[in-house]
């Protein structure tokens, strides 16, 4: 069982930053790829970025760019930091950990409580 923790939403102006975090209670953290997923009003939720194991990552294209993924395996942590941020980045943002395959992610069961991002214009 991999418990996720979200945190660094909050309200942010069009063209400013924010940096989420993502704690993992899980020591084998450094095994698992990490995804950062979205979910805008009304909207399904959509795969952001991923980065695998080895520390490879890959971007949705409305995000790239802008958003970069990073890890830190000894502090089972994730990171998704946000630059110049546009109204339609508004959601609440989740992370997952999974496994990549020829750049492509999959995702598990495992969810954090998600953590609200809003970009005011």
């Known amino acids: 069982q991999v418990q996720l923790v979200e945190s660094g939403g909050g309200l942010v102006q069009a063209g400013g930053s924010l940096r989420l975090s993502c704690a993992a209670s899980?020591?084998?953290?450094?095994?698992?790829?990490v995804a950062w997923y979205r979910q805008p009003p009304g909207k399904q939720r959509e795969l952001v970025a991923h980065i695998s194991r080895g520390g490879i990552s890959n971007y949705a294209d409305s995000v790239k760019g802008r958003f970069t993924i990073a890890r830190d395996n000894a502090r089972n942590m994730a990171y998704l930091q946000m630059n110049s941020l546009k109204a339609e980045d508004t959601a609440v943002y989740y992370c997952?950990?999974?496994?990549?395959?020829?750049?492509?992610?999959?995702?598990?069961?495992?969810w954090g409580q998600g953590t609200q991002v809003t970009v005011s214009s």
């Open positions: 997952n950990v999974g496994y990549t395959t020829d750049s492509s992610y999959s995702s598990s069961d495992y």
């Open positions: 899980e020591d084998r953290f450094g095994l698992y790829a």
